[in-house]
């Protein structure tokens, strides 16, 4: 069965330089949800889109901007990049509320 | 503030153990309750729990949700090698996206 796609699986950057994550649902699913997991910690909700508006937010730094596109798609935008960015960084999508499928992740390392 | 904590944090047996593992939580406008399993990568869904005391099985994983007294277990029998990973709990709410998780249950499996 198809999975949710993220690329690049791994990106490493400079700080204050700028990064764009991207992310494509499985086929059908309306629903996008990014999260940031830092090394050891749990997943943290950052914002999430349903059908191209955004839906919720959460603890988004104003750094970051994301938005979803006519197929679904979504990227993820980060500027002024900081050592503290550097985490995994998970996308993941639904057709219903909560059954959330998470994508394999983007390693976002900050140098 | 919505919380949700598992415990062990971790958790270490040999092959044939069985586990159990618990997830509780304080949410607001509780909706739904998710296992995943998560290895090196992304979190894979397990199980989602609406209802009190409705067992949800698949092979030798099962889950149970206690709405009454917030918690949750998740069960693994006869367990094995490639059951080692972290085990995350996630709680859904009304009118959010936002999945909260738990710090997780690292399961090591040894032979």
């Known amino acids: 069965a198809a999975g949710v796609i993220q690329s690049p699986r791994h990106l490493i950057k400079e700080k204050r330089e700028t990064a764009t994550l991207k992310c494509y649902p499985i086929?059908?699913?309306?629903?996008v949800y990014w999260y940031q997991q830092g090394p050891g910690q749990d997943p943290q909700f950052l914002i999430s889109?349903?059908?191209?508006?955004?839906?919720d937010k959460g603890s988004i730094p104003d750094r970051f901007s994301a938005q979803q596109f006519s197929d679904y798609h979504s990227e993820l935008n980060m500027s002024s990049l900081e050592l503290g960015d550097s985490a995994l960084y998970f996308c993941?999508?639904?057709?219903?509320?909560?059954?959330?499928?998470f994508g394999p992740g983007t390693r976002l390392t900050v140098l | 503030e919505d919380k949700v904590v598992q415990s062990p944090l971790s958790l270490v047996v040999h092959e044939g153990d069985t586990v159990t593992l618990n997830c509780s939580y304080e949410?607001?406008?509780?909706?739904?309750l998710l296992w995943y399993k998560q290895e090196k990568k992304a979190p894979t869904f397990l199980f989602m729990l609406?209802?009190?005391?409705i067992e949800k099985k698949s092979g030798r994983l099962s889950s149970i949700l206690d709405k009454k007294e917030l918690f949750s277990i998740l069960n693994i029998t006869a367990t094995q090698t490639g059951d080692s990973a972290v085990y995350l709990c996630a709680v859904g709410g009304y009118n959010t996206d936002k999945l909260i998780f738990g710090t997780g249950t690292r399961l090591q499996v040894f032979p």
């Open positions: 609406t209802s009190s005391g």
């Open positions: 086929p059908r699913h309306d629903t």
């Open positions: 993941a999508s639904s057709s219903a509320p909560d059954t959330q499928y």
């Open positions: 889109f349903y059908e191209k508006m955004q839906s």
């Open positions: 949410v607001t406008n509780f909706r739904s």
